[in-house]
């Protein structure tokens, strides 16, 4: 039947998922940091605090 074999893995497919999964946690723990250090910063510039904000 058409659609039912099973993929053979590559291991450059392989390879590449894994590098676009790295990637994607590097930038999710990166950016997940810069908003740490930067967003009170940010907050207090554009509404005066934490505080006005809720």
């Not at 940091?33 to 809720?54: F, I, T």
């Amino acid at each position: 039947m058409a659609g039912l074999e099973i993929p053979t893995w590559d291991p450059e497919t392989a390879l590449l998922i894994g590098a676009i999964l790295l990637e994607a946690f590097v930038l999710y723990v990166g950016y997940g940091g810069l908003e740490r250090l930067v967003g009170p910063y940010l907050m207090e510039l554009v509404v005066g605090g934490d505080a006005s904000a809720r």
